[in-house]
């Protein structure tokens, strides 16, 4: 097996983190270093802390020169970062060095390391904001179209009282249009430029750092923290945190349907499932399943994150690689999850007949919440429990179902309290609010 699956091509169509995938390779984080040289370049021309036609000169070249990763190896294994071997690379094929001199003018490694993956980040949230759309829209309009049909919700694994699919749709997808949401203000409270210099203090920036970081953020389109954030890793934990938010609902997706799809259930179809070995009649939840399993690989790795987040002094070394090691997968992690995830809404095919059989399975003790209300209107609601309750065992008990029993003691019940598909309550409206929010996107 290859170290990681999203690089794997054995597992690489299992665990696909489309186009995010490119976003985190070497070729990507060069480029991106060399986009923040450059633009730094021309900000500090522009304001005259180097020369105007040397900062021409190398905003141009970082456009034009690729740098091949390979060739930065050695010198990141001696130097542990980058950028060094990256600077000089740079400056030997810009091939002036009456320019060349001026790149990298004041800033640190970190700078250009951190700023660089604020900018593959940004395109990482873009991509999630994409998909997450399309999975929304497709919930939405699933939602709207199955918001009365009923099924059995369930808690702790039992059956506990009606539901009905869009509601279980629109708690699918509520969590994710909250995410949504989020993204502006995430944007603008993590997206950051990073501009402190070697130790934080910009002493080598220029007559006024503060404006230099300002300028460079608006070059890049990026937002200006007013300070440095070399030690302060609270920008990359809120990007976690919102993936995080997305990873927990489509897993809780994912748990639920290879429930909902299982042998012993059938109330969903998947469209599409993967093939047994040796049994040719089944239909394995494959997507489902890698939710899940996404689901759980983010959840460690979070926590790998949060140690990476303390750093020691100025700059930490142990903990800045941490962050190296552990962001690139969950951010992949995210993005092969949300792909499956939109694979799987949109094959989604509910079983209405089979929901309605496991509705009136159980000796229709799924309606005992709503008996025990019913009761209460002619006698006290402690007393109304109890009477249910002691009702609910005589079923079990004698294998007849819960309504001929309540019946035939309490004849003045209304029979609707046992009627197909109700009791279903606020869901058909939870999943019409859900639609009608997820159409507004």
Not at 142 to 164: F, K, S, V
Not at 275 to 280: E, F, G, I, Q, R
Request: net charge negative; proline share 6%.
């Amino acid at each position: 097996m290859a170290a990681s699956v999203f690089d794997s091509a054995l597992f690489g169509r299992l665990f696909d983190p489309g186009e995010a995938g490119r976003l985190f390779t070497d070729s990507a984080a060069v480029r991106a270093m060399l986009l923040v040289e450059g633009a730094l370049a021309k900000v500090q021309g522009a304001q005259g802390i180097i020369p105007e036609l040397s900062a021409a000169a190398i905003h141009r070249a970082s456009l034009e020169i690729a740098v091949d990763p390979g060739a930065l190896a050695a010198e990141t294994g001696q130097n542990g970062v980058p950028v060094p071997a990256l600077v000089r690379a740079f400056r030997s094929e810009m091939q002036a060095p009456e320019h060349a001199q001026y790149v990298h003018w004041g800033a640190t490694s970190q700078d250009i390391v951190d700023t660089g993956l604020m900018l593959r980040l940004r395109q990482a949230l873009a991509l999630a904001e994409s998909e997450l759309k399309e999975i929304v829209s497709t919930l939405g309009a699933q939602a709207a179209e199955h918001a009365d049909l009923p099924m059995p919700a369930r808690t702790y694994g039992q059956h506990a009282t009606p539901t009905t699919w869009g509601a279980v749709l629109a708690q699918f997808g509520s969590p994710l249009l909250d995410a949504l949401a989020g993204l502006e203000a995430l944007r603008a409270s993590a997206l950051w430029v990073s501009l402190s210099g070697a130790s934080g203090t910009g002493s080598a920036l220029g007559p006024d750092p503060a404006a230099t970081r300002a300028a460079l953020a608006e070059a890049l389109g990026l937002g200006d923290p007013r300070r440095s954030w070399h030690t302060d890793r609270t920008p990359i934990l809120r990007i976690a945190d919102w993936q995080g938010q997305v990873m927990a609902a489509l897993a809780h997706m994912g748990q639920s349907l290879i429930a909902l799809s299982g042998s012993d259930t059938q109330e969903v179809a998947l469209g599409s499932g993967g093939s047994s070995s040796t049994m040719p009649q089944k239909q394995n939840p494959v997507a489902p399943s890698a939710l899940v399993a996404l689901g759980q690989q983010f959840t460690g790795l979070r926590a790998g994150l949060q140690t990476g987040a303390a750093h020691q002094h100025q700059r930490d070394g142990a903990a800045w690689f941490t962050e190296w090691l552990v962001l690139p997968q969950l951010c992949l992690s995210l993005a092969a999850a949300l792909s499956h995830a939109k694979a799987v809404t949109a094959g989604l095919v509910p079983r209405p007949l089979r929901m309605q059989a496991n509705l009136d399975s159980g000796l229709g003790l799924i309606h005992a919440e709503a008996l025990s209300f019913a009761l209460a209107e002619f006698m006290p609601r402690p007393e109304a429990q109890k009477v249910t309750k002691a009702l609910c065992l005589d079923a079990l008990d004698k294998r007849t179902p819960l309504e001929s029993l309540a019946l035939a003691d309490y004849p003045q019940l209304d029979p609707g309290v046992f009627a197909p598909g109700s009791g279903t309550g606020d869901a058909p409206r939870e999943a019409e609010r859900f639609a009608a929010r997820a159409r507004a996107l």
